[in-house]
């Protein structure tokens, strides 16, 4: 089992830039994939990016590439996601998720799910 806790949402304007962490317990942390998901209401949950275990690999959804950077500290059990120029379009509850595939965008594949928080973008 793996429990995670996102943190670092929050009400931004836009152009604006937030940084999300996301802490990892249970298991080893460098034994997943860890990746970046979003849902806006009404909306289905969708892809934002991605890295694999040792951090050299990472992938982004074409709607956030050049504005997000995925990361990860091994030592600190923590993934983040640095968002920059955000959008009011960014709106949304943002979760991070662990994965066993090397990398992928696919939410099937990840396993274990945070609880989210919330980032909102004001135009």
């Known amino acids: 089992q793996v429990q995670l806790v996102e943190s670092g949402g929050g009400m931004v304007q836009a152009g604006g830039s937030l940084r999300l962490s996301c802490t990892a317990s249970?298991?080893?942390?460098?034994?997943?994939?860890m990746g970046w998901f979003r849902q806006a209401p009404g909306k289905e949950r969708e892809f934002v990016a991605a890295i694999n275990r040792s951090g050299n690999l990472v992938r982004y959804a074409d709607s956030v590439k050049g504005r997000f950077t995925i990361s990860r500290d091994n030592a600190k059990n923590t993934a983040y996601l640095q968002m920059n120029t955000l959008k009011p379009e960014d709106t949304a509850v943002y979760y991070c998720?662990?994965?066993?595939?090397?990398?992928?965008?696919?939410?099937?594949?990840?396993?274990?799910w945070g609880q989210g928080t919330q980032v909102t973008v004001s135009s």
């Open positions: 998720a662990t994965s066993t595939a090397v990398i992928t965008s696919t939410p099937d594949r990840y396993n274990y």
């Open positions: 249970g298991r080893t942390f460098s034994n997943y994939a």
